[in-house]
C-alpha cells in the first residue's frame, strides 16, 4: 500500500503513479489504443474517406452514459469489497486486544507460560493469516515457532484455523484445570469466536469475485468503445481524434483496472490493504498487554509495490 498524506503534495502524490504495475498497464493500453487510432485517423484523412465513415457521435455520448453508469457500479462494488475487508482487518486489532487483556487479567500473575503461549499464537494467527489470503502461509515468518509446531504446521492446508484449534485448546484445558472459572470462559469464549469469524469473512471476501461474465461484458464493451471512437471523431476532429480516443480510453479503462485491482485487497497491489503491517502491529500491541515488552523479532515495513 501506498502511505501518503492526504491533501499535503498535490504533484508529490501523482508520482506514485509511476510505481503503480496498474498505471503501467493502463498506460501501455493507451499507447496502443493511440498507435491504432493514428492509423484509423491517418488512413482516412490521407484516402479522403471521411464520407463513408460519418458516424453520429451523439450515439456515441450516449453509449459513453451507459458505459460510465457499469462502471460506477463496478467501482462501487470493488470498493465495498475494499471497505469491508478493511473493517475485518480493524476489528481483528480490536478483538485481539481484547483476547490478550483478558488472558492477561484472568490468569494468575506468575503464571508468563500462559502468556508467552498466547501471545505467540494470538500473533502467529495474524501473521498466518495475512499470508494464507494471499498465497499460503509462509512459515519463516511466525514467531517462536517450535520445532513440534513447525512439523505440525507443514502437515495443515489452513494453518490460521490450526492455530485457532490451539488457541482453543489451551482455553478449554485451563478451564477444565478450573485455573479459570465458568463465567470468564464463557467470555473469552466470544472474543475466541471472533478471530474464526473475521477468518471467514476474509475468506468469503478473497473467494467471491465480481460475476466473470459482468466482468467480461464490461472489458468488451470497452473495447469496442476504444475501437469505434476513432471512427466517429475523425470527422470532426481530424488528428485531434487521436489524442481525444487516448484520453478518453484511459479514463475509461483506468476506472476498470483501479477497480479491478482494489477488487482483491489482500495482495501486494499498491492499494491492497497493509495486512502484514497490521498483523505485526497486533504482534506489539499483544506482547506489550501479555510481557510488557516488544517480541524480539524484528521487521521491516511491508513494501507494497508489484515489480515490473
Not at 462494488?77 to 490478550?100: I, P
Not at 479459570?180 to 469475485?209: F, M, V, W
Not at 479503462?253 to 482483491?264: H, M, P, Q, T
Not at 515488552?293 to 511491508?302: I, L, M, T
Amino acid at each position: 500500500m501506498i502511505y501518503y498524506k492526504t491533501n499535503d503534495n498535490w504533484f508529490g502524490d501523482l508520482r506514485h503513479l509511476a510505481k503503480s504495475w496498474t498505471m503501467v498497464r493502463i498506460m501501455r493500453s493507451v499507447l496502443l489504443i493511440g498507435v491504432y487510432a493514428a492509423v484509423v485517423c491517418l488512413t482516412i484523412e490521407w484516402l479522403n474517406l471521411g464520407r463513408y465513415v460519418d458516424l453520429n457521435t451523439s450515439v456515441f455520448s450516449l453509449l459513453g452514459v451507459i458505459l460510465s453508469i457499469l462502471l460506477v457500479f463496478r467501482t462501487n462494488s470493488a470498493y465495498d469489497r475494499w471497505w469491508e475487508a478493511r473493517k475485518q482487518w480493524g476489528a481483528l486489532v480490536n478483538n485481539t486486544r481484547n483476547l490478550a487483556i483478558y488472558v492477561h487479567s484472568m490468569f494468575p500473575q506468575d503464571n508468563t507460560a500462559i502468556r508467552r503461549y498466547m501471545g505467540k499464537h494470538i500473533s502467529n494467527f495474524c501473521i498466518a493469516l495475512a499470508e494464507h489470503l494471499r498465497d499460503g502461509t509462509k512459515l519463516e515468518q511466525l514467531i517462536y515457532l517450535s520445532e513440534e509446531d513447525r512439523k505440525a504446521y507443514e502437515t495443515k492446508a489452513h494453518v490460521p484455523n490450526y492455530i485457532a484449534l490451539q488457541i482453543f485448546q489451551r482455553l478449554a484445558e485451563a478451564h477444565r484445570n478450573q485455573e479459570i472459572n465458568e463465567g470468564d470462559y464463557i467470555n473469552i469464549k466470544a472474543q475466541h469466536q471472533s478471530l474464526l469469524d473475521i477468518l471467514g469473512a476474509c475468506e468469503r471476501i478473497k473467494k467471491t469475485p465480481i460475476p466473470f461474465s459482468y466482468a467480461v461484458y464490461l472489458k468488451i464493451f470497452i473495447t469496442a468503445y476504444a475501437f469505434l471512437l476513432p471512427f466517429a471523431l475523425v470527422n470532426t476532429f481530424h488528428l485531434m481524434s487521436i489524442p481525444l480516443s487516448m484520453f478518453i480510453f484511459f479514463a475509461l479503462l483506468g476506472v476498470e483496472l483501479l477497480g479491478e485491482e482494489i477488487e482483491d485487497p489482500f495482495g501486494l497491489d499498491c492499494n491492497d490493504l497493509p495486512t502484514g503491517d497490521i498483523a505485526h502491529t497486533i504482534k506489539g500491541n499483544v506482547f506489550e498487554i501479555l510481557e510488557s515488552r516488544h517480541p524480539v523479532e524484528s521487521r521491516e515495513r511491508e513494501l507494497y509495490e508489484k515489480v515490473f
